[in-house]
């Protein structure tokens, strides 16, 4: 019904900089919020940032001032500008939408495949 197809991941030095892009497309009536999460391996999946339709943001601690989520509810789109990359930013990263498929309808929950950061020198 609905797929999320990240983009933008690698290998980047301590300090560098990289996008991630998350494009949402199938049965879509309207997306209520966007959110990237983290899962390092050995550890717990952890919300990294989230952004509802009308731009209100969260951010974990660990990220605040280094990373911006935005998004485009026109072409159903967010994307993770990440700065100051640290090590401990080593990650899979994944896109996540609350999405309504028509008015009136529950959200269902969807997760995109994942993309790879590595952090390191």
């Known amino acids: 019904q609905v797929q999320l197809v990240e983009s933008g991941g690698g290998l980047v030095q301590p300090g560098g900089s990289l996008r991630l892009s998350c494009a949402a497309s199938g049965s879509i009536f309207s997306i209520y919020a966007m959110a990237w999460y983290r899962q390092a391996p050995g550890k717990q999946r952890e919300l990294v940032a989230l952004?509802?339709?009308?731009?209100?943001?969260n951010y974990a601690d660990s990220v605040k001032g280094r990373f911006t989520i935005s998004r485009d509810n026109a072409k159903n789109t967010v994307n993770l500008q990440m700065n100051s990359l640290k090590p401990e930013d080593t990650a899979v990263y994944y896109c996540?939408?609350?999405?309504?498929?028509?008015?009136?309808?529950?959200?269902?929950?969807?997760w995109g495949q994942g993309t790879q950061v590595t952090v390191s020198s």
């Open positions: 952004i509802n339709r009308v731009g209100s943001t």
């Open positions: 996540n939408a609350d999405i309504y498929h028509r008015l009136g309808a529950p959200r269902n929950d969807y």
